[in-house]
């Protein structure tokens, strides 16, 4: 993941992890149950040059939470 360069202005970016208070939860809007798990994201890019931060959570994970959504009701 090195080299990647800032999708906004091209800039050098630079890899780090993001982190809230707590934890930084992704709920994705297709889970509809009261009961969301959310994903925790913590891989984080920083540009260098404009300051653009890109977030990452476990994609895996995510499709998986969303499957499983859809296997109890809307297609
Ligand atoms: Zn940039």
């Known amino acids: ?5 800032c999708p906004k202005c ?11 208070e707590n934890s930084l939860i992704y709920y994705s809007d297709w889970q509809k149950k009261t009961f969301k798990l959310g994903i925790l ?7 260098l040059t404009c300051g653009y931060v890109e977030l990452y959570l476990n994609a895996e ?15």
């Open 1 to 5: 993941m090195q080299d990647q360069k």
């Open 10 to 20: 091209g800039g050098e970016m630079d890899s780090g992890r993001a982190q809230a």
């Open 41 to 47: 994201v913590d891989k984080a890019c920083a540009c």
């Open 61 to 75: 994970v995510l499709k998986k939470r969303i499957q499983d959504n859809n296997s109890s009701g809307i297609k």
